[in-house]
Structure formats: C-alpha cells, structure tokens
C-alpha cells in the first residue's frame, strides 16, 4: 500500500463568514503552528499554576499572534473594518484550529452565538428556580467504613 499524496486530502484552510463576507484562514507554516501550539501549552501550565515560561509568552512573541494564526485574512478583516471582538474570535477559531482540529474549531466558533447556548442557559436557570438539588452522585465510600481502623489516643499527662 502506497500513501496518497497530502495535499489530495488534507484541507488546508478554514473559511470564517463574519458580516456578510467569507475569510479563508489559511494552514500556518510550520513554524507558526509550532509557536502556537507551545503558547497554548504555556498558557495551560501557567493557567494550572506551573511556571510561566516567559520565552514562550512574552510580549515579543504575542505582537504579531493574531496576523500568524490568521495569515492572508488578516489585512483582510482589517481592511473591511472588522470589529474587535470578530477579529478576537475569528484568530481564537484559528488557534484551535490549528492546535486541535476542523471539528473542534467549529464548535469554539459557534459557542460565540448566543443562540447556541440559549438552551443551557435556560436550563441551569431553571433548576435555579426548582432548588437546583444535583443528582450527581458524591463520590463517598458506598461500604460505611472508611478502610482505616481509627487512631487511639493516649491519655496525656498533665503532670508537669
């Protein structure tokens, strides 16, 4: 078995619509892919309390994120005078895209209509106003003891 050539399989951009127009975001070089990939991953051991690895996170390394991840779009949206918030979100899509994949990437994209998470907002409301008691099971012990004989304690002495 012989492997297919890559490129007659492996899609290489993403295509945004953001007010009325489509941007196609296209696959980073390598080189960004790997700078993005390390930013997250730093940015996920600083967030669990790991050290910050400033090399990775530095100013230095975050001017120009959005115009890597975004690529030929990036002039683009500026030039269409995108807002802030759609240019925030079109070059987060693009680093999940490119750090995860096309599927995850429309999830983020779609999680920034409200209209997606209209039913679980409605829901937690409504188990807010029925006592909102969780019927997640406690992760206690089910046998009534608790694997360890209980500690004695010795009387003190309270000569002195």
């Given amino acids: 078995m012989a492997f297919d ?3 007659d399989f492996l899609d290489e951009s993403i ?3 953001i007010g009325g127009r489509t941007y196609v975001i296209p696959a980073p070089s390598a080189a960004v892919g790997l700078r993005v990939q ?3 991953q730093a940015a ?3 967030a669990d309390g790991g050290r910050i690895r400033e090399e990775v996170l530095s100013d230095a390394a975050e001017r120009d994120h959005y ?3 975004l690529g030929t779009a990036y002039e683009n949206l500026l030039a269409d005078g ?3 918030p759609a240019l925030k979100h079109a070059a987060l899509t693009a680093m999940v895209w490119i750090t995860q994949d096309r599927a995850t990437a429309e999830r983020f994209w779609a999680s ?3 209209k997606a998470g209209a039913p679980n907002r409605a829901a937690r409301r409504q188990q ?3 006592g909102g008691a969780s019927t997640t099971r406690s992760a206690g012990s089910t046998s009534g003891t608790s694997g360890r004989p209980a500690r004695r304690r010795r009387p003190r002495d309270n000569r002195r």
């Fill in 128 to 130: 807010d106003r029925s």
């Fill in 112 to 114: 920034a209509d409200p």
């Fill in 67 to 69: 115009r890597d991840v």
């Fill in 15 to 17: 295509t945004l619509p």
């Fill in 5 to 7: 050539a890559l490129d």
């Fill in 38 to 40: 390390a930013m997250v």
């Fill in 44 to 46: 996920a051991a600083a």
């Fill in 82 to 84: 995108v807002s802030w």
